[in-house]
């Protein structure tokens, strides 16, 4: 079936360092990806999304690129702030699959400290 | 942001008893879902639901049970409660591949 890994978490960043969490996929047919942000004690908002292959999703900063050939769709912001702590993570649907459920991976908390 | 509420928001319960979950949309979107999260695990599928009364299993669906009578509710029931269902319960609405909207989760724990 399909699954979504991404790096293991917590990740601890100084604001305005470099943010990279990495997410890999493995699906059978060809998948809309997604990064959703949960910030403490709310529900999920999407973040960015893509549904072919070298679409780049972006918003508020963050940036993903649809890589078909590493099967990737790593999440990337140049500076982060002490507002960005939250789990992120990374989702796929697979269009055709019937039920079209998000496979999600296991979530990366991140923590920026001023 | 969608209009997507759930409850409750956080119940306490007790084993064996029977706990339903409510999920109300008012953006008219077909597909209805139950994800649970929990630590280490992420969001995992409990049902959907493709219009009223089609429903169908997710990957972690046994003790729970759902109905959809309505567009826009979705009811998740736990016929007897276990503990191994405390979790975080969050409803999710969506047109086909697009993008799920998610509601501000439900938070159950069974003692």
């Known amino acids: 079936g399909d699954s979504v890994t991404q790096m293991e978490g917590p990740v601890t960043l100084s604001e305005e360092a470099f943010l990279t969490i990495n997410c890999t996929y493995t699906?059978?047919?060809?998948?809309?990806l997604f990064w959703y942000v949960q910030y403490p004690g709310e529900g999920l908002q999407l973040l960015l999304k893509a549904t072919k292959a070298d679409d780049k999703g972006s918003n508020k900063g963050f940036e993903a690129t649809y890589r078909k050939e590493t099967t990737s769709f790593h999440l990337e912001k140049g500076s982060v702030q002490v507002s960005d702590s939250a789990v992120y993570f990374c989702?796929?649907?697979?269009?055709?699959?019937?039920?079209?459920?998000?496979?999600f991976g296991k979530g990366t908390k991140l923590s920026v400290i001023p | 942001d969608a209009g997507i509420t759930q409850s409750p928001r956080h119940k306490v319960t007790e084993t064996g008893t029977p706990v339903t979950l409510r999920c109300h949309q008012t953006e008219n979107h077909r597909y209805m879902y139950w994800y649970r999260q929990d630590p280490g695990h992420g969001l995992r599928l409990i049902h959907y639901s493709y219009g009223v009364k089609d429903t169908d299993k997710g990957e972690v669906s046994d003790g729970y049970s759902v109905s959809r009578s309505k567009t826009e509710d979705f009811l998740l029931t736990l016929e007897s409660a276990t503990s191994s269902q405390t979790s975080v319960y969050f409803c999710?609405?969506?047109?086909?591949?697009?993008?799920?909207?998610f509601g501000p989760g439900t938070r159950l724990t069974v003692l």
């Open positions: 699906a059978t047919g060809y998948p809309s």
């Open positions: 999710a609405i969506g047109e086909g591949a697009g993008t799920q909207y």
């Open positions: 989702a796929l649907i697979t269009p055709g699959a019937g039920s079209y459920q998000l496979t």
